[in-house]
């Protein structure tokens, strides 16, 4: 049997010309670059659910407005990340453009959640 992921053909040994790890062989990717783009990207996305959750409190915002504000946030800050990196995805990350734009939003959801609870509470509770 052959495995074509691994490289390896009925005699258990390397298929000539395959690459050992089953990739194309052509594609170089740094693992602590990687690492260290998801972190800055993760910094950044939970900064910005944390002051966009400060904006929709401070501006009284509830429901679905509360809601709109969030998501609005975090695709411009998507956006804007993508635009740093000139819109070359692959170069950085090898997430799809959709998983990048949605990505981390339950966590930064949570922290928007409750800063949002917070300000608000403090400026129009209090």
């Known amino acids: 049997m052959i ?8 005699a258990s040994g390397p298929v000539p010309g395959a690459d050992a790890t089953g990739g194309e062989g052509k594609d170089v990717f740094d693992a ?3 690492s260290h783009n998801a972190k ?6 939970s900064f910005m659910g944390i002051v966009s959750g400060c904006v929709a409190g401070v501006l009284g ?5 509360g ?4 998501v609005v946030l975090h695709v411009t800050v998507s956006i804007a ?3 740093k990196m000139k819109f070359d995805l692959r170069a950085y990350t090898r997430q799809s453009m959709i998983g990048f ?3 981390d939003l339950q966590k930064c959801g949570m922290s928007f959640m409750l800063f949002w609870t917070l300000f608000y ?4 509770l209090f």
Do not use: K
């Open 3 to 10: 495995d074509p992921m691994a490289g390896v053909g009925d």
């Open 67 to 70: 809601l709109i504000c969030f």
């Open 40 to 45: 800055s990207m993760d910094r950044i996305r």
């Open 101 to 103: 734009v949605a990505a």
């Open 61 to 65: 915002l509830t429901g679905l407005e």
């Open 121 to 124: 509470g403090l400026v129009y």
């Open 32 to 34: 602590a670059a990687a």
């Open 81 to 83: 990340l993508l635009a």
